[in-house]
T-cell receptor, first 115, second 115 residues
Framework: DTGVSQDPRHKITKRGQNVTFRCDPI?????LYWYRQTLGQGPEFLTY????????KSRLLSDRFSAERPKGSFSTLEIQRTEQGDSAMYLC?????????????FGPGTRLTVL | AQSVTQLDSHVSVSEGTPVLLRCNYS??????LFWYVQHPNKGLQLLLK??????LVKGINGFEAEFKKSETSFHLTKPSAHMSDAAEYFC?????????????FGTGTRLKVLA
């Protein structure tokens, strides 16, 4: 399968624990995005990478959140000291430039539940 | 700033009747617009996209949307609803302002199809 993959698909953790999610984009895509979707809402942008450089972070991304994309391939999103409000679906998407369609391809998401 | 507004949070139609899901956009640039569908516990699937080519865009599963600049609208339609169309639908604009092309999602429209 050559689509975007995310791991794990589900994560249940206790408040205060750290969690890390992984995203593997489509191999030739140099743009990578993270979004967060809470219940009943549309996804919201968290952060953006172009190759290995993190070029934009949303104000939603508190200092407990950190994302990396070493070598411009896979990306990780870490949440430290999780809170119940972090419970959400975390979506990863990738796209390529140059691209006239600016279409992003989404992974299946990681559903985080913080108890 | 770019944004999309989905005018209905819930739409109910009978099977075999037309579907209309409404979306208005705000953009200082010629926008790239998308409709995505999300079935329960499934990932986001692209239905169709507008990227300044033909104003009437045909997508998968019989869906289409018309870009109307004068009305700043991008409504999604389908001539005949099927039970399998029941899902959450998101209108999306790609943000060109910052060069990230991040997605800005509407709040979603939940489509219910009645037998």
């Amino acid at each position: 399968d050559t689509g975007v993959s995310q791991d794990p698909r589900h994560k249940i953790t206790k408040r205060g624990q750290n969690v890390t999610f992984r995203c593997d984009p489509i191999s030739e895509h140099n743009r990578l995005y993270w979004y967060r979707q809470t219940l009943g809402q549309g996804p919201e942008f968290l952060t953006y990478f172009q190759n290995e450089a993190q070029l934009e972070k949303s104000r939603l991304l508190s200092d407990r959140f950190s994302a990396e994309r070493p070598k411009g391939s896979f990306s990780t999103l870490e949440i430290q000291r999780t809170e119940q409000g972090d419970s959400a679906m975390y979506l990863c998407a990738s796209s390529s430039i140059p691209s006239t369609s600016v279409e992003q391809f989404f992974g299946p998401g990681t559903r985080l539940t913080v108890l | 700033a770019q944004s999309v507004t989905q005018l209905d949070s819930h739409v109910s139609v009978s099977e075999g009747t037309p579907v209309l899901l409404r979306c208005n956009y705000s953009s200082s640039y010629s926008p790239s617009l998308f409709w995505y569908v999300q079935h329960p516990n499934k990932g986001l699937q692209l239905l169709l996209k507008y990227t300044s080519a033909a104003t009437l865009v045909k997508g998968i599963n019989g869906f289409e949307a018309e870009f109307k600049k004068s009305e700043t609208s991008f409504h999604l339609t389908k001539p005949s609803a099927h039970m399998s169309d029941a899902a959450e639908y998101f209108c999306v604009v790609s943000d060109r302002n910052t060069g990230t092309y991040k997605y800005i999602f509407g709040t979603g429209t939940r489509l219910k199809v009645l037998a």
